[in-house]
């Protein structure tokens, strides 16, 4: 049974940092694509960034350069280090994978960035 499960949210100030985890069972992150997506109020849920089982990274064009998806392997965890936060930001973040045709997501951890 895949579980994932994220942490690591909470509220900063914009401009400050803030890592998010997404601890994984039931699947091998390093042979998988692991996402981050997140979904602010009223909005939809947009991909933030991936990381492929070659070790590619890719993100929003809104957060280039600002965040960074990595993994550990030894831990099987997926993080997402968040620098320069904007209120923009404001969202629930959260972990996905796809595997043999199914679609695999957290519950999500709420990130609150004040102006």
């Known amino acids: 049974q895949v579980r994932l499960v994220e942490s690591g949210g909470g509220l900063v100030q914009a401009g400050g940092s803030l890592s998010v985890s997404c601890a994984a069972s039931?699947?091998?992150?390093?042979?998988?694509?692991m996402y981050w997506y997140r979904q602010a109020p009223g909005k939809q849920r947009e991909l933030v960034a991936f990381?492929?089982?070659?070790?590619?990274?890719n993100y929003a064009s809104s957060v280039k350069g600002r965040f960074t998806i990595s993994r550990d392997n030894a831990k099987n965890t997926v993080y997402l280090q968040m620098n320069t936060l904007k209120p923009e930001d404001t969202a629930v973040y959260y972990c996905?994978?796809?595997?043999?045709?199914?679609?695999?997501w957290g519950q999500g951890t709420q990130v609150t960035v004040s102006s």
């Open positions: 990381i492929t089982s070659g070790g590619s990274r």
């Open positions: 039931g699947i091998i992150i390093s042979i998988n694509t």
């Open positions: 996905n994978a796809r595997e043999s045709l199914h679609d695999y």
